[in-house]
């Protein structure tokens, strides 16, 4: 896992938390936007936090892009976040012969 990702010129630091909550409610993932913390539930399996960390640098980049009045919206953020973990996870982006 990553311990930091650099969106938008902007370093957020990446932390695994156990028993992450926001609000007193158990979430999978949770971004500060103020301190660029991303954090993520250490109870998840490896795969799902690569996932989750994907969703939440979405969230990011997004608002790092301005575009706050969407940086928040999981009907957004949650299918983009999954169709990006896809391709990036199986496809090979680092260029060469197809």
Known sequence: MLKEIKIGGINYHVQIVERLQDNNEAVWGYTD???AEIFI???LSSQKQDQVLMH???????HEAGLDDICNDEKI???LGNILYQLITENDFK???N
């Open 33 to 35: 936007y103020k301190i």
């Open 41 to 43: 539930d250490a109870g």
């Open 56 to 62: 939440e640098a979405l969230h990011s980049s997004l």
């Open 77 to 79: 953020v949650n299918p």
């Open 95 to 97: 260029g060469g012969d």
